[in-house]
């Protein structure tokens, strides 16, 4: 990637957290991309230049998310850790980038509410390539005889999902920071697969 390429995908980054902050303050119909540039002190046409309209912003920053999403699994993957520490790691990173995260995630906790078509299909493979990777994490626990024999499926959706909802009652004042909060619940996430959790 050349230096203005480098530049030119700093400054969608930039426009697409100045954009998800001022979505979850005012929602998502209610913003403008006059409200985005201005938070930005950019014009709207230089807004648009990175951008085709707000649809499409919202589109390449949950496309975003979710493909950093699948990169931090697929480095954790390739690591030599025994099959529950991987686990375990794979969950303290998603609880970690999903607080980091929050705004963005917490905006396509639904994505069928905004986007449709060819845009929705391509959230959805990308969540789908995702919830492959944690199962295969956990049929190989099973196979390894570390974890319980349970329906993979099921206790992915568990897993994910109470992970996922994290972002609905994280608070920053909490008792824990987020690496805490991160390895606490996976913990807690552990103890429906694993054999002998000592």
């Known amino acids: 990637m050349s230096l203005r390429q ?5 400054k969608k980054e930039e426009i697409i957290q100045s954009a998800l902050s001022i979505i979850s303050e005012k ?9 985005i540039a201005a938070k930005l002190l950019m014009t709207k046409g230089s807004v648009y230049y990175y951008f085709k309209d707000k649809q499409d912003l ?10 950093q999403s699948i990169s931090n699994i697929e480095e954790i993957l390739i690591e030599d ?15 970690e980038y999903l607080i980091t995260e929050r705004t963005g995630f917490t905006m396509g906790a639904r994505p069928e509410q905004i986007f449709k078509d060819d845009q929705l299909i391509d959230i959805l493979d990308l969540r789908a390539k995702y919830s492959k990777y944690i199962d295969s994490l956990i049929t190989l626990g099973i196979e390894s005889g570390y974890f319980h024999k349970v329906d993979v499926k099921i206790v992915r959706n568990i897993i994910l999902g109470a992970m996922n909802y994290v972002i609905e009652w994280y608070s920053p004042e909490g008792s824990k920071n987020k690496e805490e909060l991160a390895k606490s619940i996976s913990d807690y996430l552990l103890r429906i697969l694993i054999k002998d959790p000592k």
């Open 81 to 95: 850790l025994p099959i529950v520490e991987k686990l375990e790691k794979t969950m303290v990173v998603h609880i």
């Open 58 to 67: 919202v589109y390449k920053s949950q496309k975003m998310l979710l493909e």
């Open 27 to 35: 929602g998502y119909h209610a913003t403008t991309m006059e409200d």
């Open 6 to 10: 480098k530049k030119a995908e700093k």
